[in-house]
């Protein structure tokens, strides 16, 4: 099958709904472009490089064979060049980035990718073929090589560390320049780091009427990196297979291409391949409709899987989630200024509100990290007085008309659309790339939904994209004006339980439906499976009943077990190595009962630890997956950590869930679901495969026999505002097991 988990029927019916979306899109008149952020890592991933860490040993190594593979297989022609990519407090250096760049038009910026490194091995180049190289490189440019000088360190001035040349285009001509002359010596003194030579000229140095562009080479770690200055499109595509030439004629390869990338420019697609805490990000070549979104999603996936890089992270004990960064959905227009967002004030007001009204588009797709102090926290999880403040906003926005102040219009929601603490790039709907002036790349008219992570399946996580767009099409012709709704503690104690965004779900879908888009809410089953994974079940019956007035015949049902959501809170500040930090409580978790008859609830009850659940009725008129009428939630502490809210606190698990006969009180099914496994024993390692994952993840649902038969005390609890539907154990006394 080409595009599990769908069949090639299913796929060519998603592909008429992604026609449906895009003659919506185009009937709105607005022209919307998406792109994505997908995250990979090994599949055997070792070390904090695959954990939190940003950088590690082997991430630029995978990375650089992720880029080359991807261009053999689907975009010959293309270059990489390794630049600069996010520069965060604290971190000493800017992250890397590696560019895989092309030409609209066809024509070849790079013919022999085995040219360029893509690899970490120590390579054997020396200075001397640098400056040879270099050297070759302006004569091709018809410059002349004594412009060259020699690069030393200021604390070791006689080594000679690398060569540059100054190097700039005129847009009709290359010019360099006699920096000899100025600095009255042929060696330049370079600013102390350890950062390529082409970032640590003393430009600062030199005269105002000097050329500061140029070009360096040096040696790193045994091979030859080439520093490629600022310059304009056109230029670079011209310098490029000029370089090329130079190397071959040298017979040079594993040489690194670095150095500056020229300006966004349409003519010069860009895929992104960055370092970032855990994983590969991925920036995605903007597309102009879902479709090739689509396949430029399948071409990375293809390449990913080449070099033994996958979209899934497999637990201990047999979890199976995301890489644990985002794969978030990015849109905007063909260029800056042509951003929908900016073409129509009304439209993101309107996006920011069906968000808000719809919680399983936060919440459904998200990582298992969540809430408040997540990577993408909801406007409502904020502040207390964001939806009251953003109402007023929104209404400014749609007053504006067209040409209009960008600056303004970003400012509207800068302050607003970001986390507790300020961030404006942590927020489930960012502006951060809308008009911001503060950012490099921040005038770009994007916006991005942060909510997404990776899915281990190409097709599912596409699917997802799909149907944001669908959302953002129906959107464009019908703006959404409701006033916000004021979930409050409904917000987590509905929309963490599976069957309650499944019904959210289904309300969006169906809204879809109203506006000309078909699509088939079966098709997020996948998705929402991996979500919310099936732990266990009990498979019941009501006994028949012969005497009395009505008299009954047996019925079946099914008491369901599933994975649910749960946030973790921000905890205060602690001393860490001379500064401060702050944590999350993770010792938390949440798991759904549903069931499938609302009559079997009459009959029976679900216990766990010896207190009783509480099912709630799902929304009436809806869709409900595999029967479901009623779902109750089970809040509990999975295990201890310290520091966490209320240490007081004991471990819940493994939890005795039993279903109890309302007319005999005693037990007649029962299962205990554990944490980690039914032994308490450590993993040696991670689980080697998705098989494994499994057997592991199966075994912490444990038949429980013991207590069958058994009779039970029913207490009465209370359920508060904040938790209606769900029990959370921490209220209450630990009950013996």
Known sequence: ????????SAWNQIQRCAAEVEAVMTQSGLAVTMGGEPTFIPLRPEGSEWQTAALGPTKLGYARQFARRLAELHFPGSVLLETSGKHYPGEPLPRWTLLLQRRLDGIALWKDPTLLKADLKPGRHTAAQGKSLLEAIFRALELDPKALLSC????????????????????????????????????????????????????????????????????????????????????????????????????????????????????????????????????????????????????????AH?????????????????????????????????SPFFAR???????????????????????????????????????????????IACAGAEQFGSPYNYALFDLLFRDLLMDRSGNTHRAEISVDKLWNPFAGNGRLGLVEFRAFESNPSRAAQSLTALLVR???????????????????????????????????????????????IGFDLAWLEPLFDFRFPKLGQFALAIPEKKEGPTPSPAMEFTVEFRQALEAWPLLGESPNAGTVARSVDASMDRIEASVTSAHALENGLLL????????????????????????????????????????HVPVHAPLLIEWVDRATLTVVAAARWHVWNPRSEPYNDRPADEVEAASRQAERWEPWPHTLGQARYIPKIDFPPEGRHTLDLRRYSAQAR
Request: hydrophobic content about 45%.
């Open 608 to 647: 766990v630890n010896g207190y009783p659940c509480e099912f709630r009725a799902l929304p009436a008129g809806l869709p409900r997956r595999a029967g479901v009428c009623a779902a109750a939630g089970i809040r509990f502490r999975a295990f201890y950590l310290t520091p966490a809210l209320h240490p």
């Open 470 to 516: 669908a959302v953002l099409a129906r959107l464009a012709v019908d703006p959404f004006r409701h006033p916000f709704v004021r979930w409050a503690g409904e917000l987590h104690d509905r929309f963490f339980l599976p069957s309650f965004v499944w019904s959210d779900l289904a309300a969006v879908v169906d809204d879809l439906k109203a506006h000309g």
């Open 306 to 338: 080449d070099v033994g890089l996958c979209a899934r992270k497999l637990g201990f004990n047999g979890r199976v989630s995301g890489t644990g960064g985002g794969a978030h959905l990015v849109f905007g227009g063909p260029v800056g200024l042509d």
């Open 152 to 303: 030393a360190e200021e604390s070791t001035p006689d080594a000679v560390v690398g060569f540059v040349g100054p190097l700039d285009h005129t847009g009709e001509k290359w010019v360099s320049d006699d920096w000899a002359a100025v600095l009255k010596r042929r060696t330049v003194s370079l600013i102390p780091g350890d950062s390529l030579l082409g970032l640590r000229l003393p430009l600062g140095r030199l005269p105002e009427d000097t050329l500061k562009r140029a070009m360096t080479v040096e040696v790193r770690e045994g091979s030859l990196a080439l520093f490629i200055p600022p310059l304009t499109t056109a230029a670079y595509q011209t310098l490029l297979p000029l370089i090329e030439r130079c190397l071959v004629a040298a017979k040079l390869r594993d040489v690194v291409l670095a150095g500056y990338a020229p300006p966004i420019d349409g003519a010069l697609p860009t895929i992104g391949f960055a370092s970032d805490p855990g994983v590969i990000e991925i920036n995605l070549t903007p597309c102009a409709t879902w479709e090739g979104y689509d396949r430029q999603l399948e071409q990375l996936f293809e390449a």
């Open 345 to 391: 004030p009304g439209f993101l007001p309107s996006v920011i509100r069906y968000f808000q009204h719809h919680p399983a588009l936060s919440y459904a797709f998200t990582g298992q990290y969540l809430g408040p102090s997540s990577q993408a926290p909801r406007i409502d999880e904020s502040t207390y007085e964001a939806l009251y403040e953003l109402e």
């Open 1 to 8: 099958m080409k595009h599990p988990p769908y069949t090639a």
